[in-house]
């Protein structure tokens, strides 16, 4: 199993980033996948999680009505569309199979004026 995060970087606050995640040696398809977050000195947050088919995702409240989550399961990949920045918002970024502890390295999002 690999699970490759992509599109992190330095953004201002109101600004928009999209992350990526690119599967392999699972079946992606059949599979849930949800976004993670860790902070520094803080604990691993999950952000979100979209189904197999991608009909439904569930958001953090902390993240509601800014972030999306669509998937290609063509393309094996799941994005994090994150709009509306905050500072608070920075992070690593991880996406994984929900119960499964296949972490990928992350991608760091840094959001600062």
């Known amino acids: 199993v690999q699970l490759v995060e992509s599109g992190g970087g330095l953004v201002q606050p109101g600004g928009s980033l999209r992350l990526s995640c690119t599967a392999s040696?699972?079946?992606?398809?059949?599979?849930?996948m949800s976004w993670y977050r860790q902070a520094p000195g803080k604990e691993r947050e999950l952000v979100a999680t979209?189904?197999?088919?991608?009909?439904?995702?569930v958001y953090a409240n902390s993240v509601k009505g800014r972030f999306t989550n669509p998937r290609d399961n063509a393309k094996n990949t799941v994005y994090l569309q994150m709009n509306s920045l905050k500072p608070e918002d920075t992070a690593v970024y991880y996406c994984?199979?929900?119960?499964?502890?296949?972490w990928g390295q992350g991608t760091q999002v840094t959001v600062s004026s």
């Open positions: 979209i189904t197999s088919a991608g009909g439904s995702t």
């Open positions: 040696g699972f079946a992606f398809s059949t599979y849930r």
């Open positions: 994984k199979r929900p119960i499964y502890n296949d």
